[in-house]
Structure formats: C-alpha cells, structure tokens
C-alpha cells in the first residue's frame, strides 16, 4: 500500500503538489489521471525518495522508501526509460542494478527475455528505439520481482503495437497480484488498464474513486442552451436540476433535465432560447471537463 | 563491498574511462621518452615530468565519473537501487580513486621504465628515499586528485563545467596566483596541486636557495604533509559535496 498524507511540493513559487493525500491499494492496477503539469512526475519522485516533499509524507507499507534495505525487491519503478548510460549494453544496466539489491544476476536474463530483449542484450542501450529502452525501463523495473510497480506515462511516445504490449503487460502484472500504480494524462487509456483512479490537477486531489464510478459520473448527459435572458433562466432550472456555465462560451450546462423539459419550463417562462442541444459527454470530454480548472497551461 | 562491485561494473561498461586510461599512461610515459631522448642529463625526477599531465587527464576522468550520471540521469537510477547516497557515493569514489592510483603507478613505473631502456647508462636508479617518492608517490596524489574531482563532479553536475573548473585550476589558476606581487607565492605554498607537487619534487629547495635564486614557493610543510594537505582538502570537498547531494533532489 502507498500511502500519501498531505503531500506538498513546491517549486519556488510553483506549487507543483498541493495538499495531496491518497491512498494505493495493494493487489489492484491504479492509475493516476492529471492534464501535464498535474503533478503525477513529482509525485512519484517523491514516493521514490528522490524529490523531498516540501511538507507531508509518503509511505510504502508505512515505510519511507530512503528506510527499504533492497527497496528494487520491494518496489519497481519506471519513471523514464532514458535514464540508462547510452554506451552500456542493456545486460550490464541490469546487472549493477541486480548485484546493488543482491538480486541473482541469473534474473537478468530472465527479466530481458521477459520483455523480449534477450537477442539485444549486449547491445548499446543509447542504440535502442523508444518502444526498446521502455521494455528495457520495464525488465529494471521487475528485477527485483517487486510487489509493487511504479510507472510514470509508460506509453507516452509508443506506436500503437507498443501500447497494445504495455497495456496487455500491466494486466498480467495486476493478475499476478501486484499493485500497480500507474499515470496518464488520458483518460481513454486509463480506463482500460486502471481499476481505481486518483485524478489530479494543479497539484490537488480531485477523485479518488473507481475507474467504473468515475466514468459513470463523468459522461452524463447534458444540455447546452444559450439564451439572451441566461441569469433568470439559470434561476428557474437550479430550481430542478444543476446548472453551470461553460467557461468557453458562457452556455448554461444543464445535468439532471432532459431536453425537451428544458424547452417547456423556457416556453412557460417566455424565455427565447437560441441553443437547446442535448450532449452525451466522451470520457475525454469529461476528463477535460472535471479538471478545466486545474489545468496548467491552457491552449489559447 | 557490494556496493564496490556495483560501481565497477558501472565504470568498466561505459567507454571514457578506458579511454582515460589509455590517454594517461600513454602521455607520462610518451612525454618520458621525449625527454630521455633530447634531454642531456636525465634523473628520475625528470622521468615523471609528463605524469604531471596525466593527472589533469585523471582528475577528467574523475569528474566523468559522476557528471555523466548526472547528465544521463542514471544517479536517479542508482539512488532508486540504493537510496543511501551517501554510501553510494563514497563507494564510487573509493572505486574511482583506487583506479586512479593504479594509473598512476603503471604511468609512473612505465615513464621510469622507458627512460631507462632509451638512456641505459644515465643514472636512473630508484634508490634514495626521495626518488621512492617520487615516482610510487604518483599513484597516490592521481588517488587524491580523483577525489577531488569527483567531489567537483557531485557540486557542479555538469561535464562541461567541473571539467572546465578542473582543468583551469589544477593548470593555470594556481601557477597564476605567484603573478600576485609579494603575496602570491605565500598563497601559493597552500594550494592543493602546489602541494601534491612538492610532495613529488626529489629536491626541495630551502628557503634560503629559493631567497637566492630570485623568488619561488616556499613550503610551511614537510612533503609528506604537503600529501596530507592536499588529501585534506580533497577529502573535505567530498564531504561537503556529499552533504549537498544528500540534500538535494536527485
Ligand atoms: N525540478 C523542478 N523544478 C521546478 N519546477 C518543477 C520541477 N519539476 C516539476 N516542476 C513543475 O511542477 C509542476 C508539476 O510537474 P510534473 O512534471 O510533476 O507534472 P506531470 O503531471 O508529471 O506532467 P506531465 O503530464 O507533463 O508529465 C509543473 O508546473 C512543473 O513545471
Ligand atoms: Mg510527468
């Protein structure tokens, strides 16, 4: 279990995690949902005691990872697949990674054929192709045969074939019983490897819930209307159903009434409408919607 | 010695240090026949003129010791395997400075060696304490320097600028200071590589021929703690490079 407690990061003035507590259940995949710049990198650098945490804690099976003895047999992590000498052979990465954690350097060639990189295993890692140094950043992560996996946007950059393997790998680690915590700055991809979601944004938590909840909550319907008397309307729906207004346009977003009602209470109102579009919200569309305004950089 | 092992096997699967190595012994020792060969009259001291190079060449390979973690980030990779960075860290400069040493050994005894097969007659026997000194002493100051180095390396993180910082100091800032009228041999008698020099000169001058000759570095210390000075202030730079890499986020 990973647990983190008022976790706080700041960079200068940038509060790159704010206030952020959760908790990773073990035996289960988790992924960990925020638009870039959420967050979700510094995080993991501080669960792996590489970042110090401006204030809080972040525990593994209530320990600091700085206090694990061999922390690879306990938690494997892929943060990012360049972080391999360009001139060493992907055999010698794994080794010193292996003796560090008195790990037998027989598992070295296991993990390689693991990920499919026995037949490139003297080969210069600065020579591998994105797709190659991930699977090499995967066989360090299972070195260990950790219980827990750690791995920061592992199909960032992949074609479709190495995110098909990425995806299908992380399903036989969590039916091995592992816990994975897995981020993602798309939604679309976590709601097919994740089975709990921790959504952040600016640093803050925003869900911790099921992935099955979360969608379920996020792409109900709703209603677009835009209308030249918005205020009184917006008085008359809140009565019935929730009612915000699109940031962009200024459109009232109506959940809870359907159309056609909508029009009704307009008409009985004499209130002119100039939209009325019922909408089926993507899970995208939804993401997007639900951390609209946590979002770091907007593209104007 | 676990730790030992993995720094190892990190240093001998990349290329630079084979490199450096290489480029080291083959300086001392080509810059030692050059001068056996035009010099007239050849000592041992002259002998090791060119390890004086080689070790610019050893404190370069110090730094690319940690720079090159830095610049690929596999110092993230290593602190995640052992998050003791401390141990980490002195384990990598143990194993860095014991190669050092063996380099300058091999530069050493091989410089004395190729003076001697191209100047069989001149007088190149290692027999006074000072000449033992001189030559076996090469492999502890290039020890000392790799630690220095290294303790540069961890401070600055970047190749360009340790190696940079290196170099300008260990060649020329410190030959520059003796410019400084009246004052600057007094300061140099305390630089670290002023030092490591005059723990390998066969012959120190007194103070008194140094007054007679017209002005040069006079030493407060003996030459072995001139060794211990300059091992001082390396292994100081480590402990305040440690404590910073400690702190820091990797
Ligand atoms: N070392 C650092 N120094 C200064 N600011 C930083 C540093 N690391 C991260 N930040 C800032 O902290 C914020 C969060 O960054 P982080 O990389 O954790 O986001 P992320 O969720 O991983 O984004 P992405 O999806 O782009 O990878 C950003 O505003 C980033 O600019
Ligand atoms: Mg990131």
């Known amino acids: 279990m990973i647990q983190a407690v008022r976790l706080r990061k700041h960079y200068g003035r940038t509060k790159a995690v704010d206030d952020l507590s959760f908790i990773v259940k073990p035996g289960r995949v988790t992924g960990f949902l925020g638009p870039n710049g959420a967050g979700k990198s510094t995080t993991m650098r501080m669960i792996l005691g590489l970042d110090t945490p401006t204030g809080g804690d972040v525990t593994i099976d209530g320990k600091h990872y700085t206090e694990l003895k061999q922390p690879l047999r306990k938690i494997g992590a892929l943060l990012d697949a360049k972080w391999v000498h360009p001139n060493r052979s992907a055999r010698s990465h794994l080794k010193w990674m292996a003796v560090s954690n008195k790990i037998p350097v027989s598992r070295v060639d296991e993990v390689l054929e693991i990920v499919g990189l026995t037949e490139v295993a003297n080969k210069r890692a600065g020579g591998f192709s994105l797709g190659m140094s991930q699977r090499l950043g995967i066989a360090g992560a299972l070195l260990g045969d950790p219980e827990v996996l750690l791995f920061d946007e592992p199909v960032n950059g992949l074609d479709p074939e190495g995110i098909l393997w990425i995806r299908q790998f992380m399903h036989r680690l969590a039916d091995e019983g592992r816990t994975v915590f897995v981020s993602s700055h798309l939604l679309s991809e976590m709601a097919q490897t994740a089975q709990d979601l921790i959504v952040i944004g600016k640093g803050r938590l925003i869900a911790q819930t099921t992935t099955e909840q979360f969608i379920s909550d996020a792409t109900q319907d709703h209603v677009r209307v835009r209308s030249p008397h918005a205020v009184k309307l917006r008085e008359i729906l809140a009565a019935s159903a929730t009612v915000t207004e699109d940031a962009v346009d200024g459109a009232l977003v109506v959940h809870g009434l359907p159309a056609p009602r909508i029009g009704e209470i307009a008409a009985e109102n004499q209130i002119v409408l100039h939209e009325l579009s019922p909408q089926r919200g993507s899970l995208e569309e939804a993401f997007m919607q639900l951390t609209k305004e946590s979002v770091e950089y907007h593209a104007h | ?250």
């Open chain 2, 1 to 250: 010695m676990t730790l030992l092992a993995v720094e190892r096997i990190k240093l001998f699967s990349t290329r630079s240090p084979y490199w450096c190595t290489a480029l080291a012994i083959a300086m001392s020792v080509g810059f030692a026949a050059l001068l056996a060969a035009n010099a007239d009259q050849v000592g041992v001291g002259l002998t090791q003129a060119g390890t004086r190079l080689a070790l610019v060449v050893v404190l370069v390979l110090g730094a690319l010791a940690v720079t090159t973690e830095y610049r690929f980030s596999t110092i993230r990779a290593t602190f995640l395997a052992v998050p003791g960075r401390t141990s980490a860290l002195v384990a990598k400069t143990a194993v860095v400075a014991l190669v050092a040493g063996v380099i300058g050994e091999v530069a050493a005894f091989g410089s004395w060696a190729i003076a001697k097969v191209i100047k069989p007659n001149a007088d190149l026997a290692i027999n006074t304490g000072a000449e033992w000194r001189a030559v076996a002493g090469v492999g502890l100051t290039f020890a000392i320097g790799a630690i220095l180095a290294i303790a540069v390396g961890i401070l600055v993180r970047q190749t360009a600028g340790a190696v940079a910082i290196l170099l300008v100091w260990s060649m020329l800032a410190e030959n520059l200071v003796g410019l400084i009228p009246k004052v600057g041999v007094k300061i140099q008698a305390w630089l670290p590589f002023m030092n490591a020099d005059n723990f390998l000169a066969v012959n120190t001058p007194s103070a008194g021929e140094v007054e007679a000759t017209g002005g040069g570095v006079v030493f407060k210390l003996s030459q072995w703690g001139s060794l211990a000075y300059f091992a001082g202030i390396a292994v100081a730079l480590l402990v305040v490079a440690l404590v910073v890499a400690k702190r820091r986020d990797a």
